[in-house]
């Protein structure tokens, strides 16, 4: 019912930029939190930054000033603009949506709905 559509990855020389985002379309609430995770090779999915309806955002400390994640609501849309890339920042990208009540944002298994993911690599 629910899909979730990534855009915005990319091939990025370290101290560069990116702007993912990730529309979400089907039978969703505009009321729903939306957020960001990462999944380096060999490494476990860890949270990025999370924003809920009404604005409010939590970041985690890796990407705090260098991150900022925003929303439209009209659109069902979410960004994730990326500045100051960091090699270790390489990953793969993954949308997700409508985190259930009283869930941590920061923990992957209180969203309902994920992305395909997108690649992000930062080079040296």
């Known amino acids: 019912q629910v899909q979730l559509v990534e855009s915005g990855g990319g091939l990025v020389q370290a101290g560069g930029s990116l702007r993912l985002s990730c529309a979400a379309s089907?039978?969703?609430?505009?009321?729903?939190?939306m957020g960001w995770f990462r999944q380096a090779p060999g490494k476990a999915r860890e949270f990025v930054a999370a924003i809920n309806w009404r604005g409010g955002i939590e970041y985690a400390d890796s990407v705090k000033g260098r991150f900022t994640i925003s929303r439209d609501n009209a659109k069902n849309t979410v960004y994730l603009q990326m500045n100051s890339l960091k090699p270790e920042d390489t990953a793969v990208y993954y949308c997700?949506?409508?985190?259930?009540?009283?869930?941590?944002?920061?923990?992957?298994?209180?969203?309902?709905?994920w992305g395909q993911g997108t690649q992000v690599t930062v080079s040296s």
């Open positions: 089907g039978r969703i609430f505009s009321t729903s939190a």
């Open positions: 997700a949506a409508d985190l259930r009540y009283g869930s941590s944002s920061r923990h992957e298994y209180g969203w309902n709905y």
